[in-house]
Structure formats: structure tokens, C-alpha cells
């Protein structure tokens, strides 16, 4: 039965069965209904602020056409790692030298195939994490919550207008989002079947999608935290955070957060607040969690990235040790019995086998977890007293337990080493440990002073040694004691940027007057070390690029000092603008810089964004000059957020470890072809940007290629010269000589740089190199 | 497919001088006596060099490689496994037959010099410019 009392005009809501509204109205008779009846949950208001584009909530084939553009252009070049597949039981097939599997796959569908599978991965983290923020923050604060990220930022979800044609204004709006992200990431796993598709294009096209359905659920999590927990919201004086393993005070009770999750974190952050505990315990976090936790409250510290998870777990300071999801050493529950210390895992991904405890009361927990030392607790709730008043019983117990070797000890161990260097060859950056000990056999730490500046703290040298011996546990041994000075500070993540600065910056972008904007973003699976992140920041700051950081990247970045003792951080102001250091924040917070080259197609050049996919990424690819840096990506959610990034139309280069990913997106290196918008003619331009995701050797290659990946069609004279300049300049810095296919880049005379004019023009006239005649004025792949 | 086979500075030395188009990738990690020793090497054979990443980034090398006519491409002072990983495109894609005459045993090469330590590659690099 539904009653209503309408006049002309009313708008009216209800909820109801399709089949059973109809029917009852059918049935009455002498009804006359005019005007338009929508069926749906939005006002004519809501839905109309923007028409709509023509491919909302895009299907797995519906932006196919573009990702086959980008792909004829950057084709797929593999690395295969195996050359089998053994992924059903008529396997495992040899796929090597063009032979096919038993289900008619070749090598190269089988690496596009796991590049989906890798890309499905780490868009179900994604959109699961995101999934949990929201319901738990409906759970707590209701549908209706809004999304207010302040008046500086009216374009508040850039990526789900685009994508998916909605504007959200409440977290109830973000469950629809979710409900997309979800379905789509079913149908892209499911084609990794046995005996589904066939072909690589099109494996690639459904791992571009898989990487855009990644990027749309981050945004969906980063909104909801950033207004739940009220984090910052673009804000450039967002707090510095203090940062390294020499900031955390080991005299208080310390509780580690590792992860990506912010809930249990903000809970044991709300019963500090509430119990005024805050000075008493020290709350600390690695990875995501802790970049998350600090934008919540300028109080916690941040370890470091991941790759200081094993040796900070390893060397005792923390009582309490509280997991989450994501990037969590699979064995961290063995480390931390170890030290003595108790863990609480938080989250249905990483269980462990451990009890779940989550029925019981707060204090039933904590008897349970002094006599048992870990648990399983999914009631996050219950984390906040429980982790703090287990840390003050267990840091009275644990006070100077000895968790590391002596040096004197570190000496001894390494006399049992027999030289035998296997853990060398087990080292994936085929480090010297070997030489390390043979240093230490005569009491010189030299070697291991050195491998603790570069060594993430794998492990895989223990695993492999024959006398078992404690190599990570001595390495940290020998950092504890010879580095003192391990302060560093980080700018708290910002979240967004704001539409003000896309105004301002927006125009100069595109037309080549600033540089470029640079992106260091990933995880820590770095080839020597973090500092190489922060030197490469430094270069580009110092040259008035705008830089972005997130995640471990964003760690990195602030785990270098000046002469002064300043880190970048400190050095630079935190506004998005030509020589600005930016922490948009954690993982999840990747979407603010994809979002930032969206809000420039929109806020500047006026491009409608709303369910128009390919206008937009077509816009990015030909006029945004950015490129992401992911130096030491490591697993399937920078597999996903690269690709989500390149199907954008960004290019991004990885470190020498991402060949490993096994796929990358490299042009032939000639003239591109592209069709002018203004005249309609197919006209040739120069290879720009040249590839779409590459690897670089070392961080020298790195640097260079970082401006030739900034150039764009679109760049004015000036703009382009500007880019050059730098382009030779590095060249010259970092190797020595003028790069050796600048030629390709200069489009005319009026592209060569002042300083450089004479230079550069006896370089081109000795390769023979000859102007365009004709470039387009406004160029498109579509 | 089977691992890389180990060869030696004779075998390397008739490969070359029975290859139509042979070629040498040559990365940054040498030291300055393995260096001068290559140089020499490359003057001796008038081996076609590309350095990398100097000259060119190491998987558009690849991918110049398997759509060029080269027939016989040699490694060395390249990172250790980046080449192992970059070189597999070559070892699916391309019947050029790939060599490595680095210090560490390549994997995804055909050919590869086997583990050496720092002394024993400098003999192996003499002894690539003796005859």
C-alpha cells in the first residue's frame, strides 16, 4: 500500500518493488500521472549536475577502444619469469619458444594473464580495504555523513565522476561506488580462467580496467577516511611528523601499528585521548598504517617504510605489536613471540591461525593475551584499551630484555660463517653480506655499516644460510649501534589538491612552463637503499618541478638530511606548485595524484568529466606533463595502481627490480601519429611521452628519463625548451656527454633552449636532424 | 628450456668469429682494469657497442635486439639481475643467440661465464684477447 500526497511539482521519494508499485497503480482507477516519474535514489537535482558523458560504470569491454589506441602505440613487451603455466591440472604446460599450452595459451596471453591476475589482486585490496573503511564508518556514523572536503575542494571525487558518472555527497553514495568495483573485479578474475580469454591485447586492456577499477576504489576509501577522521584536507601546513627509528622513545611502553588499516589505530589513538594516556605511551606505525594514523593525530611516530618492518620488529622496542592488512611480513607472528612482545592481528585477511577472542569482554582479552601472547581481535573496537593496557603490563615485564646479539656476539657469529656467499646470491639486490662478515670476523663493522643503509630486511640471506645465523638480527645490531642520528620528519599526508591549485598551476602544466610533475610513489624495494628516492626529489625540487609522494615512497623521501640536518620535508613547502613537496599520503591517497590530472582537464581546460573516460585520459596523455616514479615497486597493488595510472595516460617508470612484474608498455621509440582536433588531418609528432611504463637501471637512468617522460605535444616553444633544457643539462650531470636521441624531441629551432642554442645546434646538425613542417594544435588518439 | 650452458673464452672467441652480426650490450659495472680489458676486446673483434643506460635504456636494447638482424649479442657490467630478468624476452622472442661474459652466471643467457671471482675474470678477459 503506498499513500501519497503530491501536488504538481513535488518530488517525491519512495522505496518499494518495482512490479508492486505499477501494479497497485494500474489497479486505481481515474489516476491521471503527469509529469516524470523516476525510479532510482536520486533527486532530478542530484542527477543533473552535469550531463552525463557516454560511458558511465564502463564494462570491461566498453573503454576497450581505448585501451587498444594506447596498446598500438606502447605494445606489451614481456619478460616471462617461468615458461611454464601449471595453473590447471592438464598443465603444467611448456609455453617456451612459441609452444602452446594444453588449452591453446601462449607465452604471451600466459604473461598478460598474469598480469590481470596481478592487477585483480591489487584491486581487491583496494576496493576490500575501502569496502571495510566504509562500512565500518556507515556502522558508526551513518549513510547520510557527508562528504565535505571543504570549500577549496568542489571537484571532491574526480576519479568516480568520471568513471562512474557519480558526484558523491554522502558515504552511503560511496557503497555504489564499491558495488561497481566489486562486480567489475568478479568478471576481470574470472576471465583468468582456464579457457577464457585468448588473446594478450586483450588480457592488457582487462588489467588497464582492473587498474582503473584500483584507483576509483582508493578514492572511495581515501574520501571516507579523510572526512570521518577529519584528516587533512589538502591542507599545504599539514603537521611534520617526526619519523625514523631514533624518535621513538623506548623508555615508555611502545605500541607498533603495521599495515594500511587506519581503524585499530584510530581506536588505540581515542582511548589514549580519552584516558589522557597520549604522553605516556608511545603509538608508532610502519607502512601505510603509520602515514594513515598521523593524519589523524599529529602524536604517533613512523618507523619507516617497509623496509624497516623485520629489523624494527626484530631489535624488541615494541610491547604491543597490532597488524592489519597488506604488506605484513607473513611470519610476523614468530618475530614478535621472539622479542617477548604480544601481537593482535585486527583483520579478517591475516588471521594467522589465531584464536579469534573478539567475543569476549575488553579485560577477558587482556588476561587472554598476557597468558597467550597473541589473538585475533575483529572488533576494532575493543583495540584501543585493549593494545594500551596490554603494553603497560608488558613493557613492565619486558623492560631491558635483550632481543639483538652484542657486538661481541655479532663478532662471534660471523667466525661461524664459512664464506661459503650463498647469501649473496640470495640477496635480491645481490648485496655483499659475505663481505660484511668476513669484515666482522676481525671486528670490523664497516661492511655491515654499509648494508644497513641499503638492506630492506628481506631475510632471504638467513633463509639460505647453512649456520643459520641471524644476519638481519646482526645487521640491525651493528645500525643500532653506529647510527645515531636516525630522526627524520615527514609532512602528515594532505589528501587532495585543491581546485585553487589546480587554477593556478593548471595553465603552466600544460603548456610545458613548469617542468613537469613528478610522482614518487610504491613500495620499498629499493635497489640501494631509500635515500636514493629523497636525492631524486631533491633534483627535481631544486629544478622547480612540482613533486608528489606517496606511500613508503613518501617515508623515503623523508629519510635524508642536508648539511643543515633539514629534510626535504622542512626544506620545501608542501603546496602543490613549481618546486612544492606534496604528501598526498598513503596508498589509498594514489588517487589524489591521478585526481590532480583529472581536476587539470576539468578546472582548466574545461573538459566534462562526468562518465568520459577516454575524453579525459586522451586530454592527460597529450597535454599533462607527469610522470610517476614507483623506484622500488614491489607487489601487486603497484602493479594495479601503475597500470590504473597508465590507462590514464600517465607514464610511469619503475625501478630495476619492477622487470620483474614482467610486463612493460614501450613504443618503438619513432614519430608518433595523432590526429589534430582542429583541422582533422593525421599528422606525425615526436615520440611523446616515449613509453608508458619502463624500467631504469639505476637512479642516474632514472633522473634523465624523469624529463623526456614529462614532455607532452601540447608543450609550447617555451615550455618544450624549458623541458629540454633540463633534459641535457641531468645528461650532462649524470653522465657526461648530451643525450643521445635528443634529436627526436626538438620539434623546431624555436624548441632549443637560449644558454644551450650553439650546442644543441651542432648536435643536431651532425644527426642529421630536420624540423617538423607540420605539428597539430590540439592532437588526440581518438 | 634448460639453463644458460657455461662456456669459456675459446668458445666466446670462435662464436664471435663465426657470427654474421654480433653485437656487445655493455653496462656501467665494471671496474676500471675490467674496463680497459673490454675496450680492448671491442677494438680487437670491431665489435658493433651499445652502453646502457648511457645510450640506450636495456629493454628498448631488448627490443631493438629481437626485431634486428643480430644474430650473436654479448653482456656484461650490467646489474645482475636486471639483465637475467630483461634478457628473457630475447631467451622467448628471438632467436638471437645471447651470451653472457659478465662475472656471474647468467641464467636466461644461452651462453654464460660461470661464478667468478674478481681475479678469475680478469684472466677470462686476457684471455679473450689472446690469438
Redesign the interface.
Known amino acids: 500500500m503506498i499513500n501519497l500526497g503530491m501536488s504538481y511539482g513535488d518530488i517525491v521519494r519512495f522505496e518499494g518493488d518495482i512490479k508492486s508499485m505499477t501494479s497497485q497503480l494500474l489497479k486505481l482507477k481515474n489516476v491521471k500521472i503527469s509529469g516524470t516519474i523516476k525510479f532510482g535514489e536520486n533527486t532530478e537535482e542530484d542527477d543533473n549536475w552535469e550531463p552525463m558523458g557516454p560511458t558511465p560504470m564502463p564494462k570491461i569491454p566498453t573503454l576497450r577502444h581505448w585501451d587498444f589506441k594506447l596498446l598500438d602505440r606502447y605494445p606489451p613487451f614481456y619478460m616471462p619469469i617461468c615458461d611454464l603455466c601449471c595453473l590447471c591440472t592438464f598443465g603444467k604446460c611448456d609455453l617456451s619458444k612459441g609452444k602452446k599450452g594444453a588449452c591453446g595459451l601462449n607465452i604471451k596471453a600466459q604473461q598478460g594473464r598474469i598480469v590481470l591476475i596481478a592487477c585483480c589482486i591489487g584491486a581487491a585490496c583496494h576496493t576490500g580495504h575501502s569496502r571495510h573503511l566504509v562500512h565500518h564508518l556507515i556502522e558508526t556514523l551513518g549513510r547520510d555523513y557527508p562528504i565535505n572536503l571543504s570549500n577549496e575542494i568542489e571537484v571532491e571525487a574526480p576519479i568516480a565522476r568520471t568513471v562512474t558518472g557519480i558526484r558523491p555527497k554522502t558515504l552511503g553514495d560511496l557503497e555504489k561506488i564499491l558495488d561497481y568495483c566489486e562486480e567489475q573485479i568478479t568478471h576481470l578474475l574470472s576471465a583468468a580462467h582456464t579457457g577464457q580469454e585468448g588473446d594478450y591485447l586483450d588480457f592488457e586492456s582487462k588489467a588497464l580496467h582492473a587498474g582503473m577499477i584500483d584507483d576509483l576504489a582508493r578514492e572511495a576509501g581515501d574520501i571516507a577516511q579523510i572526512v570521518a577522521y577529519n584528516m587533512p584536507k589538502g591542507n599545504e601546513d599539514a603537521p611534520l611528523i617526526e619519523l625514523g627509528f631514533g624518535c621513538i622513545d623506548k623508555n615508555k611502553p611502545v605500541i607498533l601499528c603495521i599495515g594500511h588499516n587506519v581503524v585499530p589505530g584510530s581506536y588505540i589513538l581515542e582511548y589514549l585521548e580519552e584516558n589522557n594516556l597520549e604522553d605516556e605511551i608511545e603509538v608508532c606505525g610502519i607502512c601505510c598504517t603509520a602515514i594513515d594514523i598521523t593524519r589523524v593525530s599529529e602524536k604517533p611516530k613512523i618507523v619507516g617504510p617497509l623496509s624497516r618492518q623485520l629489523m624494527f620488529v626484530r631489535c624488541g622496542v615494541a610491547d604491543v605489536v597490532v597488524i592489519d592488512e597488506q604488506c605484513i611480513r607473513t611470519d610476523i607472528l614468530e618475530e614478535v613471540l621472539k622479542t617477548g612482545a604480544v601481537l593482535i592481528a585486527t583483520n579478517e585477511k591475516m588471521c594467522l591461525g589465531l584464536e579469534d577472542i573478539s567475543h569476549l569482554s575488553e579485560d577477558e582479552i587482556i588476561s587472554y593475551l598476557i597468558r597467550n601472547r597473541a589473538g585475533l581481535i575483529l572488533d576494532e573496537e575493543k583495540v584501543g584499551k585493549v593494545a594500551v593496557e596490554v603494553a603497560k603490563l608488558v613493557a613492565k615485564e619486558r623492560k631491558n630484555r635483550k632481543t639483538l646479539p652484542d657486538l661481541n656476539e655479532v663478532i662471534e657469529l660471523a667466525k661461524q660463517c664459512t664464506e661459503c656467499g650463498w647469501c649473496n646470491r640470495n640477496c635480491p639486490n645481490a648485496f655483499n653480506v659475505k663481505e660484511a662478515m668476513v669484515l666482522a670476523k676481525h671486528g670490523n663493522f664497516e661492511g655491515f655499516i654499509d648494508l644497513y643503509k641499503k638492506c630492506y630486511g628481506c631475510g632471504r640471506c638467513e633463509t639460505i644460510c647453512e649456520r643459520n645465523l641471524p644476519i638481519v638480527s646482526m645487521t640491525t645490531k651493528v645500525g643500532e649501534a653506529y647510527y645515531k642520528d636516525l630522526k627524520f620528519r615527514m609532512r602528515a599526508g594532505r589528501g587532495p589538491i585543491k581546485d585553487v591549485e589546480i587554477r593556478s598551476v593548471g595553465a603552466p602544466i600544460v603548456f610545458g612552463d613548469i617542468p613537469g610533475v613528478v610522482a614518487f610513489v610504491g613500495c620499498s624495494n629499493h635497489p640501494n637503499g631509500e635515500e636514493e628516492v629523497a636525492l631524486m626529489a631533491k633534483e627535481f625540487l631544486e629544478r622547480k618541478y612540482i613533486v608528489v609522494a606517496t606511500g613508503c615512497a613518501a617515508m623515503a623521501i623523508g629519510m635524508w638530511k642536508d648539511k643543515d640536518g633539514k629534510t626535504l620535508y622542512e626544506k620545501y613547502p608542501g603546496e602543490f606548485r613549481a618546486g612544492g613537496l606534496v604528501n598526498c599520503g598513503s596508498c589509498l591517497s594514489n588517487c589524489h595524484i591521478t585526481g590532480a590530472a583529472i581536476k587539470i582537464a576539468n578546472i582548466f581546460a574545461k573538459v566534462p568529466l562526468r562518465g568520459n573516460y577516454a575524453e579525459v585520459a586522451d586530454y592527460i596523455l597529450n597535454k599533462v606533463g607527469a610522470v610517476g616514479v614507483a623506484w622500488g615497486a614491489m607487489s601487486q597493488k603497484a602493479a594495479a595502481i601503475a597500470t590504473g595510472v597508465n590507462r590514464w595516460g600517465i607514464p610511469v617508470i619503475v625501478g630495476p627490480h619492477g622487470a620483474k612484474y614482467r610486463r612493460l608498455y614501450l613504443s618503438n621509440g619513432e614519430k608518433f601519429k595523432v590526429k589534430d582536433k582542429t583541422t582533422g588531418e593525421i599528422v606525425e609528432i615526436d615520440p611523446v611521452p616515449e613509453h608508458l611504463i619502463v624500467t631504469a637501471e639505476n637512479y642516474k637512468e632514472c633522473i634523465c628519463m624523469i624529463p623526456k617522460l614529462c614532455m607532452r605535444p601540447n608543450d609550447t616553444p617555451k615550455g618544450r625548451a624549458n623541458k629540454i633544457y633540463h633534459y641535457v643539462d641531468l645528461y650532462e650531470k649524470y653522465f657526461g656527454r648530451m643525450p643521445p636521441d635528443l634529436e627526436k624531441f626538438v620539434r623546431t629551432e624555436k624548441d632549443i633552449p637560449f644558454m644551450m642554442k650553439d650546442k644543441i645546434m651542432n648536435y643536431l646538425e651532425e644527426k642529421g636532424w630536420k624540423p617538423f613542417e607540420k605539428y597539430p594544435k590540439n592532437p588526440t588518439i581518438l | ?1 634448460a639453463h644458460a650452458e657455461i662456456t669459456t673464452p675459446t668458445l666466446v672467441k670462435m662464436m664471435i668469429k663465426r657470427s654474421k652480426k654480433p653485437i656487445l650490450i655493455l ?2 659495472n665494471l671496474s676500471k682494469d675490467e674496463m680497459e680489458l673490454i675496450d680492448k676486446f671491442i677494438e680487437k673483434y670491431n665489435l658493433k657497442v651499445i652502453k ?9 636494447i ?2 631493438f635486439l629481437a626485431n634486428s638482424n643480430y644474430d650473436l649479442a654479448l653482456f656484461t657490467g ?5 639483465l637475467a ?2 634478457v ?2 630475447l ?3 628471438s632467436n638471437i643467440v645471447t651470451v653472457s661474459i659478465d662475472k ?1 652466471y647468467q641464467p636466461n643467457t644461452l651462453y654464460s661465464f660461470p661464478n667468478l671471482s674478481n681475479d678469475e675474470y680478469i684472466d677470462y678477459l686476457k684471455k679473450l684477447l689472446e690469438g
Open positions: 628450456m653496462g656501467e646502457t643506460p648511457e645510450e640506450m635504456n636495456l629493454m628498448a631488448m627490443k650490467i646489474t645482475y639481475y636486471y630478468q630483461a628473457t624476452h631467451k622467448q622472442f656471474y
